[in-house]
């Protein structure tokens, strides 16, 4: 699932303003690039590379991982036994 709220958390902590960002994108307006930024707009596999460029950061960085929580609660365990050793 492609993490929005870590795309805009970087993009604050840059500084960069939405007009800076769809600049840096060859997007046309502020505006058309926060409708990328909320959802509205998804975006593209060929922007990742710029988008990651800009923000100074990974194309993984984009995408959260989703854990179950099955998966949650074994990888507590785990750390709890690592812990006890």
Do not use: H, W
């Not at 596999?45 to 099955?70: H, T, V, Y």
């Amino acid at each position: 699932m492609f993490d929005l709220k870590y795309v805009k958390r970087k993009r604050l902590e840059i500084g960069y303003s939405l007009k800076d960002m769809a600049d840096l994108l060859d997007i046309k307006n502020a505006s058309t690039y926060y409708k990328y930024e909320n959802g509205s707009y998804s975006f593209k596999a060929e922007m990742l590379p710029k988008l990651a460029n800009a923000l100074d950061c990974d194309i993984e960085n984009f995408f959260k991982e989703k854990l179950s929580k099955i998966e949650i609660m074994e990888k507590k365990s785990c750390f709890k036994q690592e812990v006890k050793k």
